[in-house]
């Protein structure tokens, strides 16, 4: 993994972090975990520009959690959408 970011700082980071709540943790983690979806989906929507949102999303489950549960989706007929 490549790593631009000095010992020093990495140090610094997990200090602020140490001095933060459980909760306010937690929503660090929620909120990284959001935008992670936000650029993961955003990223698959560029590759398939004339795709429907529901396309768009059956291909990022596809690419998350695997063939079989994207497949099983597809079959079931399940809209999938925001």
Same mark, same amino acid.
């Given at each position: 993994?490549? #790593? #631009?970011?000095?010992?020093? /700082?990495?140090?610094?980071? =997990? &200090?602020? /972090? +140490?001095?933060?709540?459980?909760? *306010? $943790?937690? +929503?660090?983690? *929620?909120?990284?975990?959001? *935008?992670?979806?936000?650029?993961?989906? +955003?990223? /698959? $929507?560029?590759?398939?520009? #004339? =795709?429907?949102?529901?396309? %768009?999303?059956? $291909?990022? %489950?596809?690419?998350?959690?695997?063939?079989?549960?994207?497949?099983?989706?597809? =079959?079931?007929? &399940? &809209?999938?959408?925001?």
């Amino acid at each position: 993994m490549l #790593d #631009d970011t000095p010992p020093h /700082i990495h140090d610094l980071v =997990a &200090r602020l /972090i +140490a001095r933060r709540s459980i909760s *306010q $943790r937690v +929503a660090m983690v *929620q909120d990284l975990t959001a *935008q992670t979806i936000r650029w993961s989906r +955003a990223a /698959i $929507r560029d590759t398939m520009p #004339d =795709a429907s949102e529901h396309d %768009v999303l059956l $291909r990022w %489950v596809e690419v998350t959690y695997g063939k079989e549960l994207a497949g099983r989706l597809r =079959a079931s007929g &399940r &809209r999938l959408g925001t």
